[in-house]
């Protein structure tokens, strides 16, 4: 996998391990358990649920532990007048002059719907470590490319309020 993952989304996965082995693992076992005792497990539709959901539990804990054990740290510390992770970043598109506003976060925390681009993306690797006023050339793929002017870099503090997505 070898994601890069800032300390804190790496916090957040440890944290959401815990919560789903000490709260949601006695619960969803319970509810397996209470499944069985219904009787005939050939027509039982909720000991199925309840073992599927009691193992997209355990998948889910193990995909975070791996993510954790493979991730490469990276740093979300930037210079106070560069674009760096975390940081809110306006820009203006040059070839129609549409303004837009987005954050850089890592690869488990994009959501381009909601304006959170990730940092490996094309928009957000050319981003990083430019400054107000700079023009950046962003390369989508080989044949397409367009320029952005950064108007506005806000130095935004780590959010817990952004989630890490689900897979």
């Known amino acids: 996998m070898y994601d890069k993952l800032t300390e804190s989304d790496i916090r957040k996965m440890e944290e959401e391990i815990e919560q789903r082995r000490l709260v949601?693992?006695?619960?969803?076992l319970e509810d397996v358990k209470e499944a069985r005792a219904h009787g005939d497990l050939s027509e039982n539709f909720e000991y199925y649920a309840a073992k599927k959901a009691k193992n997209q539990n355990e998948s889910r804990i193990r995909y975070l532990e791996r993510m954790i054990r493979t991730?490469?740290?990276?740093?979300?510390?930037?210079?106070?007048?560069?674009?760096?992770m975390n940081n809110t970043v306006t820009v203006e598109m040059l070839d129609d002059g549409s303004v837009e506003k987005y954050r850089i976060?890592?690869?488990v925390r994009g959501n381009s719907l909601e304006g959170l681009i990730s940092n490996e993306s094309p928009l957000g690797r050319a981003l990083l470590g430019h400054k107000v006023g700079e023009v950046v050339h962003v390369q989508v793929n080989d044949a397409i490319g367009y320029e952005v002017r950064i108007r506005e870099i806000e130095n935004t503090e780590d959010d817990d309020s952004v989630e890490l997505r689900s897979f």
């Open 24 to 28: 949601e693992r006695p619960r969803l």
């Open 105 to 107: 976060v890592t690869t």
């Open 71 to 84: 991730a490469q740290v990276i740093s979300d510390v930037s210079a106070e007048d560069e674009v760096g």
